[in-house]
């Protein structure tokens, strides 16, 4: 999986380290590689229908349906080997599912050839995971940039927004130290403005705080906030905290394959697809 996120990064990229750009670059949203209809749309709108996922004889997501709108915040709780992951896994473009559909922006991204999809999902899905896989020979600035040398180089204004980002979540003065440096916490609010870089319209993370202390878990839940109110994306977060998840407008319970969606507007189970209202 993580491979498949960074796929080309092998080479030694060319970064441009301490060179902060003195003015304020264009957004780059939509602009990395080849431009497709999916990638253009700065607004995504989230519609999952009647999706399953089987692994062998192991069914383990049956007809879920729901759909969000661009600053929908969404949290996933279920127990352990309830399909969890496997649901962000699906919506990331990461798996394909066994039946059903995932559309954003209206468009099946599984229909997109492999590079396609992998330039798309570069560009449109952030992931954060329990473990925040920063590359170690790297610093803190090379890996938050990292996304935006996949495919075609850095866009121009790459490095402004990975000073930005770097800010959002308070490590600026860490920028040029290597993660092992760093606390866990710290690793994983890289891990978050890495996820961000390439402004993507949904921030998938799974278990973010999993692997934290309460009081680490909650600066993390509080810069993911912070960061979801400023970019206005889709964010869904798989947590076993339920205080956490209460703070979601959205919450998804996921149990023996189907799931439940809590919102503002009511609860509905999976057979009926509804639209979050933000
Ligand atoms: N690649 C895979 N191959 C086979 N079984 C899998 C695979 N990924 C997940 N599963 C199975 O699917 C079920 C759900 O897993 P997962 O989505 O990781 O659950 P959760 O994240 O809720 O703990 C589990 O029974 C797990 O063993
Ligand atoms: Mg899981």
Same mark, same amino acid.
């Given at each position: ?52 996922k089987d692994f062998g004889k192991i069914q383990v997501l049956r007809n ?64 954060? /995971? &329990?473990? %925040?896989?920063? $590359? ?9 940039? !990292?996304? #935006? ?19 959002q979540v308070g490590l600026t003065h860490r920028r040029s130290h290597r ?45 993911l906030f912070e960061l979801h109110k400023a970019e206005q994306n889709i ?12 703070? /979601? &407008?959205? %919450?998804?319970? $996921? ?9 503002? !507007?009511? #609860? ?11």
């Open positions: 999986m993580i491979l498949r996120m960074f796929v080309g990064t092998h080479k030694k990229p060319d970064f441009a380290v301490g060179k902060y750009p003195a003015k304020r670059g264009e957004s780059h949203r939509g602009k990395i590689g080849a431009e497709t209809e999916l990638t253009k749309n700065s607004t995504p709108l989230l519609k999952v229908s009647n999706l399953s879920i349906s729901f759909a969000f709108r661009a600053g929908a915040s969404v949290a996933i709780t279920g127990p352990s080997g309830s399909g969890k992951s496997t649901l962000l896994h699906l919506i990331g473009t990461l798996e394909k599912p066994s039946g059903g559909r995932v559309e954003i922006n209206n468009t099946d991204p599984f229909t997109l050839t492999e590079p396609e999809l992998a330039r798309y999902r570069n560009a449109v899905i952030g992931f954060v /995971f &329990q473990e %925040h896989h920063l $590359l170690p020979q790297y610093s803190v600035l090379e890996n938050v940039l !990292i996304p #935006t040398l996949v495919f075609k180089g850095k866009p121009p204004d790459a490095t402004q927004r990975a000073y930005e980002l770097l800010q993660p092992a440096e760093l606390s866990g916490g710290e690793r994983q609010r890289v891990a978050i403005a890495r996820a961000l870089i390439n402004r993507p319209g949904i921030l998938l993370c799974d278990e973010p705080t999993g692997n934290l202390d309460n009081t680490t878990a909650e600066t993390i839940a509080n810069v964010l869904i977060v798989v947590t076993h905290n339920l205080a956490f998840a209460s703070l /979601f &407008q959205n %919450h998804l319970k $996921l149990a023996d394959g189907t799931c439940t969606v809590e919102t503002d !507007i009511g #609860t509905t189970n999976s057979s009926s697809a509804f639209l979050a209202e933000n």
